[in-house]
Each structure stands twice: as C-alpha cells, then as structure tokens.
C-alpha cells in the first residue's frame, strides 16, 4: 500500500529556510503529479504548490511566488519543498498529497483532486 511521509518541518524564525521532503512507498511516485498544502490553525486547508509528473511545471500560490520551490526526484520517490524567507504567516502544518492525474492542468489547486495524503508536517515560524 502506497503511503506518503513527510519529514522536514520545524521552528524557525523569520527570514529562514527549511526544506519539506515527502517520501513515497510503491513504484508508481513518478506516475504522478504531486503537491504540497498548508492548513493554519483554525483556518482551511491551502494550496500551496503542485509539480507535474516528471517535474517540467510547476505551480504556486501567489503568496509563496520566489520564496517557495516545489521539486521532484522520481528515482527516489521523493519531494521537496524548499522554504526560504520564511513568514509568520507561512506557519502551519504542510502536507504532501498525490494527484489523481500525471499532470497539474485544471483544478490542481483543489484538495478533491488529490486521492492520497501523507500525516502532516509542522512549520512555526517565529516573527
């Protein structure tokens, strides 16, 4: 059974950087486009990133344009999020999700359009 980890989060202050990485069990990772979201405290859970199956695009919020950076390493069955310039705003728990398609066109922003979901990962960042 395919499962999703998430590793990498963490407190930081202001101005700094983390890297997410989201390991995939199974043989089927790079059949796949992936993403990343983001759920506050008390708020909704977010996009925040989204990389096509061989890792060729990539999409983000506007909120984390230049700062955020989504990528892929299908001989590992993994995924990063690179974190720099870090926000108090950027503090949540970040999840890593599997999209039912190898590709991010159409509603990729959407969390229905993602079938699998790894446990969560938590990023404080302290102003």
């Known amino acids: 059974q395919v499962q999703l980890v998430e590793s990498g989060g963490g407190l930081v202050q202001a101005g700094g950087s983390l890297r997410l990485s989201c390991a995939a069990s199974?043989?089927?990772?790079?059949?796949?486009?992936m993403g990343w979201f983001r759920q506050a405290r008390g708020k909704e859970r977010e996009f925040v990133a989204a990389?096509?199956?061989?890792?060729?695009?990539?999409k983000y919020v506007d909120s984390v344009k230049g700062r955020f950076t989504i990528s892929r390493d299908n001989a590992k069955s993994t995924m990063y999020l690179q974190m720099n310039s870090l926000k108090p705003e950027d503090t949540a728990v970040y999840y890593c999700?599997?999209?039912?398609?190898?590709?991010?066109?159409?509603?990729?922003?959407?969390?229905?359009?993602?079938?699998?979901w790894g446990q969560g990962t938590q990023v404080t960042v302290s102003s």
């Open positions: 199974g043989r089927t990772f790079s059949n796949y486009a």
């Open positions: 990389i096509s199956w061989g890792g060729g695009i990539t």
């Open positions: 999700a599997r999209r039912l398609s190898a590709d991010i066109s159409g509603r990729y922003r959407s969390a229905d359009e993602y079938d699998l």
